[in-house]
């Protein structure tokens, strides 16, 4: 299967910046994906990184390494309406690259 | 369609009973993905569809389960003979070429 491990839960403050890590084994070229999902809700897409760097959208920004298996997505300026989990789904292959890892919980407090 | 469309919103089920679950993806879109998530959990994923090519059941974890896919449209999944450890919200999400995957709503399943 796929290995793909991110911290289970976080917490941070209000206004602060948080880092959500995701390490993966699995292999692909398509690119990787981070979903934000509220309690109750669906999953919406944030972002998708098919080259290594740094990807950076308004207050959210995402880093891939290929060859290191690695990711981060980066919230800035936290609100309380980032408490949500945060799911990254690794490169695959066509049609392979949504499969899901385990999701992070962040809470925002005030 | 403008979304992702998922029916029902909420099923109750007796254990044993079947129940089908029905899944409108978005127009165009050629893949076609259902997941199970039960209450605190990630997304388990379930079977993939793409075009007219043969389905990914990978991710089906029983011979209980299966889905069906006419063409790029319509999605069935079907739960045999129900049991409790089957109580989750089954997603659906449809992407263009595996693109971004849309989600619906999800059915909120509860096998009593």
Excluded at chain 1, 14 to 33: D, K, M, P, R, W
Aim: hydrophobic share 30%.
């Amino acid at each position: 299967g796929q290995n793909i491990d991110q911290p289970t839960e976080m917490t941070a403050t209000e206004g602060a910046i948080v880092q959500i890590n995701c390490t993966y084994q699995t292999s692909g070229f398509n690119g990787l994906f981070w979903y934000q999902q509220h309690a109750g809700e669906a999953p919406t897409f944030l972002s998708y990184n098919v080259l290594d760097g740094l990807e950076e959208k308004g207050r959210f920004s995402s880093f891939l390494s290929r060859s290191k298996g690695y990711s981060y997505l980066l919230l800035k300026e936290l609100q309380m309406k980032d408490s949500a989990s945060y799911l990254c789904a690794p490169p695959g292959n066509y049609g392979q690259n949504f499969v899901f890892g385990p999701g992070t919980r962040l809470s925002v407090l005030p | 369609g403008a979304g992702v469309s998922q029916s029902p919103s909420n099923k109750v089920t007796e254990k044993g009973k079947d129940v089908e679950l029905r899944c409108d993806p978005i127009s165009g879109h050629t893949a076609l993905y259902w997941y199970r998530q039960r209450l605190g959990q990630g997304l388990e994923f379930l079977i993939y569809f793409q075009g007219n090519s043969a389905p990914d059941k990978s991710g089906l974890p029983s011979d209980r389960f299966s889905a069906e896919r006419t063409g790029e449209s319509v999605s069935t999944l079907t739960i045999q003979r129900t049991q409790q450890e089957d109580s989750a919200v089954y997603l659906c999400a449809s992407s263009l070429d595996g693109r971004e995957a849309f989600f619906g709503q999800g059915t909120r399943l509860t096998v009593v």
